[in-house]
């Protein structure tokens, strides 16, 4: 079974030295499709798979040749976990308990800005540069169901003085109003059988924002078992809407 190479615990670009800790050399190929593969990982990947089964990707991670940038179960918890917050203190709403009471439309949208149709392993991405994107800007795809256009890269840092010899780390970035925001991954080339697996950072969260999750469940609805209580809908208007757009504001100042 493959293990995780690189654990990149900083939070820093291209410059930092500190990204790598080292497993030793490991079998890259997983003998089996993508779907299978992120079943083999419960430790990695258990509410993840949750979340693809209420959705089309189950099938197409499965049978189509893709490359997926994989959020962990970090990801799915702390995107939750922000939107119960938000939920509870700023809608008067209950806290979800289960993934399934956000609707599958709301989880289809947002694995899919991870999906590419095709293999791209770390050699077939573009270099990129965040402090020279004119230069090296990577590739910029629409994903598998062309709802996104995102852009992979890979950053090359610097070793002896020398301007990129150094290290490589793929990175993935979704561009909302002109910023780009940055997935950082910390495992990649992983090879099942029809396509590849990039393993996203831990502090990654689902949608590339704190908030996208509970902004597109909160549109949709939320599914509590009770119907008759706080069936997707507002308790009571604790704070008024610009005042929730401040926050998220603030906590991205924050980040």
Same mark, same amino acid.
């Given at each position: 079974?493959?293990?995780?190479?690189?654990?990149?615990? *900083?939070? @820093?670009?291209?410059?930092?030295?500190?990204?790598?800790?080292?497993? @030793?050399? *490991?079998?890259?190929?997983?003998? @089996?499709?993508?779907?299978?593969?992120?079943?083999?990982?419960?430790?990695?990947?258990?509410?993840?798979?949750?979340?693809?089964?209420?959705?089309?990707?189950?099938?197409?991670?499965?049978?189509? #040749?893709?490359?997926?940038?994989?959020?962990? #179960?970090?990801?799915?918890?702390?995107?939750?976990?922000?939107?119960?917050?938000?939920?509870?203190?700023?809608? @008067?709403?209950?806290?979800?308990?289960?993934?399934?009471?956000?609707?599958?439309?709301?989880?289809?949208?947002?694995?899919?800005?991870?999906?590419?149709?095709?293999?791209?392993?770390?050699?077939?991405?573009?270099?990129?540069?965040?402090?020279?994107?004119?230069?090296?800007?990577?590739?910029?795809?629409?994903?598998?169901?062309?709802?996104?256009?995102?852009?992979?890269?890979?950053?090359?840092?610097?070793?002896?003085?020398?301007?990129?010899?150094?290290?490589?780390?793929?990175?993935?970035?979704?561009?909302?109003?002109?910023?780009?925001?940055?997935?950082?991954?910390?495992?990649?080339?992983?090879?099942?059988?029809?396509?590849?697996?990039?393993?996203?950072?831990?502090?990654?969260?689902?949608?590339?924002?704190?908030?996208?999750?509970?902004?597109?469940?909160?549109?949709?609805?939320?599914?509590?078992?009770?119907?008759?209580?706080?069936?997707?809908?507002?308790?009571?208007?604790?704070?008024?809407?610009?005042?929730?757009?401040?926050?998220?504001?603030?906590?991205?100042?924050?980040?």
């Amino acid at each position: 079974m493959f293990t995780l190479l690189l654990i990149v615990l *900083s939070l @820093g670009g291209c410059n930092s030295t500190d990204y790598l800790v080292d497993g @030793g050399k *490991s079998n890259p190929y997983f003998e @089996g499709n993508v779907m299978q593969y992120l079943e083999s990982r419960p430790d990695l990947f258990e509410d993840l798979v949750k979340v693809i089964k209420l959705t089309k990707w189950e099938d197409i991670l499965t049978n189509e #040749d893709v490359t997926f940038f994989a959020p962990t #179960d970090f990801t799915i918890t702390k995107s939750v976990d922000r939107m119960n917050k938000y939920l509870y203190n700023y809608e @008067g709403m209950d806290k979800i308990t289960d993934l399934s009471q956000v609707k599958p439309a709301v989880w289809e949208d947002l694995i899919g800005m991870y999906v590419m149709e095709g293999k791209y392993r770390l050699n077939d991405i573009a270099q990129l540069d965040t402090a020279a994107v004119s230069a090296f800007p990577g590739q910029t795809n629409f994903t598998y169901d062309r709802s996104y256009k995102m852009t992979m890269g890979v950053c090359y840092g610097d070793a002896n003085g020398i301007k990129y010899a150094g290290y490589r780390q793929v990175m993935y970035a979704y561009q909302d109003f002109g910023y780009p925001e940055y997935a950082y991954v910390s495992s990649c080339n992983i090879e099942p059988t029809n396509g590849i697996v990039h393993v996203l950072r831990l502090d990654h969260y689902l949608g590339f924002s704190t908030s996208a999750l509970y902004q597109r469940a909160l549109e949709a609805g939320i599914d509590y078992p009770d119907k008759g209580k706080n069936s997707g809908t507002r308790l009571m208007p604790i704070i008024r809407e610009e005042e929730t757009d401040n926050l998220f504001v603030k906590e991205k100042n924050d980040e």
